[in-house]
């Protein structure tokens, strides 16, 4: 995908500290807060499927992609231990054809600060335009580049690096500077939770 980071080496040595293996406290408020009713989701980067897991069992129709296959595998076990129906898809986003183009609701929660490269942000936030239905919202929590602790962390990006990716494919409803969910010890680090809505064609 980006910054040549082998997932699938991370999730087989289980160097992953993204993973909180629970749905993300930002998607919870953000779905009480919107009230946005059950519709067709696609989690983008979906790890071991937390997210889409719970979406699902809020009775919305999720689907989950990973460049991981071990991450989609585990994602798949976990939904069938939770009796939820969702679906799984090993895929680079980005690279890989995706015929579906019918989504209300995109997630990612760190796949889109993954891209350091300009084009590809603006490539990244373009595809998901074309996967969204119309009115269509996109939710994308980001590594913050205001962040000052020190110490390991996700990528950052600058408010301006986002909306110059995301502002000729998507509206900025609300770009607010928050902090990651968090399972470990230390403080979490700094993020922008974005919410979008897909301009017209």
């Known amino acids: 995908m980006s910054d040549h980071i082998d997932f699938e080496e991370r999730y087989q040595t289980g160097n992953t500290p993204w993973e909180i293996h629970r749905p993300d406290q930002s998607l919870i408020d953000f779905i009480d807060s919107s009230r946005l009713a059950p519709c067709r989701v696609i989690d983008i980067g979906c790890g071991t499927g937390s ?6 069992s809020q009775k919305f129709q999720a689907t989950g992609y ?3 296959p071990l991450a989609i595998k585990t994602a798949r076990e976990k939904a069938a231990a939770a009796r939820v129906n969702c679906t799984f898809v090993n ?3 980005l690279l890989d054809a995706i015929d579906d183009t019918s989504f209300n609701f995109a997630f ?6 993954h891209f350091r490269d300009p084009d590809s942000r603006l ?7 074309k996967i969204l239905s119309p009115d269509g919202i996109w939710l994308s929590l980001i590594g ?9 962390g996700p990528p950052k990006l600058s408010a301006r690096e986002i ?16 902090h990651f969910d968090f399972d470990h010890e230390g403080i979490p680090a700094m993020n922008w939770v974005c919410q979008m809505k897909k301009r017209p064609v």
């Open 91 to 93: 895929h680079d986003f």
């Open 51 to 56: 997210n889409v897991i719970w979406l699902a």
């Open 123 to 129: 490539a990244f936030a373009e595809k998901i335009g």
């Open 144 to 152: 913050n580049r205001d962040e000052t602790r020190e110490g390991p």
């Open 108 to 113: 990612d929660r760190g796949c889109f600060h």
């Open 163 to 178: 909306s110059t990716a995301v502002e000729p494919f998507f509206r900025i409803l609300s770009l607010t500077a928050h």
């Open 66 to 68: 990973d460049l991981s």
